[in-house]
């Protein structure tokens, strides 16, 4: 059998008539698996706040938007290229390839999933926060709004209404710590949308 990678769509699509609509990767993996071939749409498990959420929510995407892995065998190589959202050119990934790159991309993505799979079932929101210790975010109100100062860790007391954000600034020379809310803050690779 050859390994195949395919490019597929990106929009909403239902994978067969009657089905609910998902991402075209997923739908054209769905597809593939029906049939009974090996394919995999590598999928990435990310805490995302959205919108005015105080809390990050998991989100998954595609980790390679617009693009599956097929093991397909001759045979049934002109039925997979049938499947709806799947452009009928696949590329052909040599056999070493697979060995070296593919195969151990996917067990990566597995491994970060199951992770990431575990703090969800685990309920852990420390865990879930998209921000790192000691990554700079900036205030956006407050008396400290413009303010650079380094992310500590989320806290939760127990007359907060919902967690907070523990944050190190630099005030006339010293290190003060101060508690945000998280709805406050920005950082480099904070996504608000």
């Not at 698996?33 to 959420?53: C, D, M, N, S, W």
């Not at 007359?159 to 950082?187: C, N, S, T």
Request: proline share 7%; with cysteine; hydrophobic share 40%.
């Amino acid at each position: 059998m050859t390994w195949y990678l395919g490019i597929t769509t990106t929009r909403l699509i239902a994978p067969y008539p009657g089905a609910e609509k998902e991402r075209g990767e997923f739908a054209v993996e769905r597809q593939l698996r029906y049939l009974g071939l090996q394919a995999h749409t590598p999928r990435k498990i990310e805490f995302k706040r959205v919108g005015k959420k105080r809390q990050p929510d998991p989100v998954t995407t595609a980790y390679l938007p617009g693009y599956i892995f097929a093991e397909i065998p001759a045979a049934k190589f002109a039925a997979a290229i049938q499947c709806n959202g799947l452009r009928p050119t696949m590329m052909a990934i040599p056999p070493q390839e697979v060995r070296r790159h593919v195969l151990s991309f996917i067990d990566r993505v597995a491994a970060e999933n199951m992770e990431a799979e575990r703090i969800v079932a685990s309920r852990d929101r420390a865990a879930m926060c998209q921000y790192k210790t000691g990554q700079s975010l900036e205030i956006l109100a407050g008396p400290f709004q413009e303010r650079a100062v380094r992310f500590l860790r989320m806290v939760k007391a127990s007359h907060d209404m919902h967690p907070m954000i523990e944050v190190e600034a630099e005030l006339f020379g010293q290190g003060v710590r101060m508690k945000v809310d998280p709805l406050d803050v920005k950082g480099a690779a904070c996504s608000r949308r």
